[in-house]
Each structure stands twice: as C-alpha cells, then as structure tokens.
C-alpha cells in the first residue's frame, strides 16, 4: 500500500506496478527488468533452474535481471539453524554465489556483474537493530513482544555473521 501510494504521488503509475503475490503467478512477458530482492534463499537450491528459466521468459530480449540474495562463502550443506528455521525464515537455503550464477547462466541468462555488499548489509542490520531499539514501544505495539524480540535477537546475529564472512 505504501508502495503503490508513492507511485501515485510520484505521478509513476504509467510506468510501474506494485503487486504482493506469488512470482509462479506472473503470466505477463516483455518486462525491460526484473529486480529480485530476496528470494533466492527461499526458492530452494532444487528450484534454480525452474526460477530463473520463468524470470527469463518475462524479459523482453536484452532484458536485465537483478538477482539480489544472501549467499554462503562454500556449497557444503548447511542448516540455517533450528532458531532461523522456526522463526524467521522456514525452510531458507543459503548457497555458494557461484551456485546462483551456474543456475542463471544455464537457463539462458548472461551473468554480467557480481557484488558481494557483505559488509554493508552487517551495518544496515546493525542500524535496524539500533532502529528497532529507539521504537521498542511501537514495534511491540504493531507485532507483538515476541516477534520484536525475535527479529533483535536475528537481525544482531546475522550483523555478526555478515562481520565474520559465515554470510
């Protein structure tokens, strides 16, 4: 909703669409771009080559994909965690980035730039955290005691696991 309204206060509504749903659901083609922002590490590594053959098929030729994820540094199987797991992000994959790569190039499409921003996503997260702890009230008020105390506790451990290259 409040995406959709600084599209309209913008005066962009001509040239973009906000949409929540399911990405399988997207039947249109032609797309000049696609940005996925945090998806990979849910689809499963078993989903890559369906995932990224669809994102192709909705672009236009030359069009561009931006695939943003969080990655592991190996391709050794590791579990997210049981607190992760449960709490925060069920059945979350992390992978090798070269993984990701290998998947998108095989369904077609050109890898043409990569970037790790490891260091900066551990201060982001840092600076959600000191966000979270200046609004403690409000966010209590909005989600509850428990989910705030949940995303503290996983948005402090990922900014250390970002710090220390495990992510």
């Given amino acids: 909703e409040w995406g959709a ?6 005066g962009l509504t001509d040239r973009a669409e906000i949409r929540h749903g399911d990405y399988r659901d997207v039947t ?8 996925s922002i945090g998806l990979t590490e ?4 078993r989903h890559y080559p369906a995932y990224f053959c669809l994102l192709r098929d909705r672009l236009r030729p030359e069009g ?3 695939n943003h994820c969080i990655t592991r540094p190996h391709n050794r ?5 049981a607190f992760i797991d449960r709490y925060v992000f069920p059945d ?3 992978h090798e980035v070269g993984s990701v790569i290998s998947a998108m190039q095989l369904a077609g499409l050109e890898a043409r730039h990569m970037e790790s921003l490891r260091e900066h ?10 966000n979270l702890e200046r609004d403690w009230e409000r966010a209590v008020e909005l989600v509850g005691g428990a989910r705030a105390r949940i995303w503290r506790l996983y ?11 495990r992510i």
Avoid at 42 to 45: C, E, F, K, N, P
């Fill in 92 to 94: 979350g994959e992390l």
């Fill in 155 to 165: 948005m402090a451990g990922s900014a250390v696991s970002f710090e220390a290259g």
């Fill in 77 to 81: 199987h590791e579990e997210t965690g």
């Fill in 5 to 10: 309204a600084a599209l309209v206060e913008q």
């Fill in 42 to 45: 849910h689809i499963g590594v």
């Fill in 121 to 130: 996503y551990a201060l982001t997260l840092r600076r959600w955290v000191a």
């Fill in 28 to 35: 249109e083609t032609g797309f000049d771009a696609v940005s």
């Fill in 64 to 66: 561009r994909l931006l």
